[in-house]
């Protein structure tokens, strides 16, 4: 008899034992995936290849960055040029545009269609650069783009001088 009690005492707590694994497990896998959800970056630059002004043009417009560097959690859209976040928190967006001498060089950075920051070069004689960043909170679904100013242009090539980027510092 004791030894059976001794056997079936041993098999109880391998039981256990095996469940507080398991649940240990299961916490861990919860929390990769929940991490992973929590992992948003992107950069890109205007062309995918080749040499080339965009603009001037009569109305403004979004510009759309093929040159994709990186795009981790695939919230921004080559496609579209669009940003969209796919958790709530507090996000990191900079971009850059770059042009010739001759027209303006104008771009805005809008949330959810509203300018929040901007750059611009004045006709420039030669070359023209304009840089901005800014750290903005956004909900689930708010999009982040930049856009062209009306009768504005912006050059890139191989180099990238005109690009895009964000990342999410934390969520919220």
Not at 127 to 132: I, T, V, Y
Request: aromatic fraction near 12%.
């Amino acid at each position: 008899m004791d030894q059976r009690i001794q056997k079936l005492e041993q098999t109880l707590a391998k039981v256990l034992n095996d469940n507080e694994v398991q649940g240990s497990v299961n916490k861990l896998q919860s929390f990769q995936k929940d991490n992973e959800a929590k992992k948003v970056a992107f950069s890109a630059g205007l062309l995918e290849s080749g040499t080339g002004h965009t603009g001037p043009i009569s109305t403004s417009k979004t510009l759309v960055y093929k040159k994709v560097f990186s795009n981790i959690g695939n919230a921004y859209d080559p496609n579209t040029g669009i940003f969209k976040a796919p958790i709530k928190g507090a996000y990191y967006f900079r971009f850059y545009g770059h042009s010739h001498g001759g027209p303006t060089m104008a771009i805005s950075l809008l949330k959810n269609g509203k300018t929040q920051c901007s750059v611009f070069a004045w006709k420039p004689t030669s070359n023209g650069n304009g840089s901005n960043g800014v750290v903005l909170t956004l909900e689930i679904g708010d999009q982040i783009s930049t856009v062209l100013w009306e009768n504005t242009w912006v050059f890139d090539d191989p180099n990238s001088y005109t690009s895009f980027g964000g990342f999410l510092l934390f969520p919220m």
